[in-house]
Each structure stands twice: as C-alpha cells, then as structure tokens.
C-alpha cells in the first residue's frame, strides 16, 4: 500500500508518493550484510537507474571558526533494474566501517555503476555526496 504524503497549510513541499512495498526498502548494518549484500549485488548488475544521497551529522560554527568535517554516517541508493524493478538500500557506512572487505565490495559496487554509461545516475548535490563519502575513508 503506497504511503502518501499531502501538503499541509504550512508545509511548501510538493505532495509525493513512496510506492515502494515495504520488503523493497533494505536496511543494511553490520548485522544484516551478510544476508542483505547479495540481494544489492544483484540489483546493482543489472542497474539502469541510480540515485545516490549521503547523510553526515552536520557541523554548526560561525563563519570565522573553522568547521569540522564529520564522517558519511549513511548512503541511501535506490535502483532500478533494466527489468523495471526497484529497490531502496539504505547504508550505515559508520556500523559497517571496520569491516574493510564489506566496504571494498560496496566501492565495487558503485564503482561499476557509476562506470557503466547505460545506468543513469541522479542526485541532488551528487558532486558533494561523493567529496564527503571520499573523506569517509581519510577516518578509518
């Protein structure tokens, strides 16, 4: 059942849809990897589409102070596969951190995506995303 979100009096969003089935949206930490990673494989071979977005705990300092940059805590990629099915991985990277195999696998992963010129990749601020998800590893 799709879950629907409608624009109240003060909210200035557009309205939108998440019409994904629950068993469509996989989170992955260190507990779930080794039953979750296969199934991102999977769908990341046979990707057409990708959006990529990060999350990192934000830093707050006034202009003249200088800012401390903070780790990627999570990578949220949704895919849709050339066989039109989708799928929503949402990526603890700070769980998953020590474990330097599982991370090899995941750069893989999006490495060949992002190589791959018949998967199309969208992001708002993707540039961005992919600087901060590169420091990720000046921290381990």
Not at 67 to 89: D, M
Not at 101 to 106: R, S
């Amino acid at each position: 059942m799709p879950i629907s979100f409608q624009e109240s009096l003060d909210d200035k969003m557009l309205p939108f849809t998440f019409d994904l089935s629950p068993e469509r949206l996989h989170f992955i930490d260190r507990r779930t990897i080794a039953r979750k990673f296969q199934l991102m494989e999977t769908q990341f071979k046979n990707c057409k589409m990708l959006g990529i977005d990060t999350e990192t705990r934000p830093c707050f300092a006034k202009k003249k102070e200088k800012r401390i940059s903070h780790p990627t805590s999570l990578i949220q990629i949704a895919v849709r596969t050339v066989s039109n099915e989708e799928a929503v991985f949402v990526v603890d990277l700070l769980s998953i951190a020590q474990d330097m195999v599982v991370m090899e696998k995941l750069d893989e992963l999006l490495l060949q995506s992002f190589l791959d010129p018949e998967c199309v990749k969208v992001g708002q601020g993707l540039d961005h995303d992919i600087r901060k998800y590169s420091l990720f590893y000046c921290r381990l």
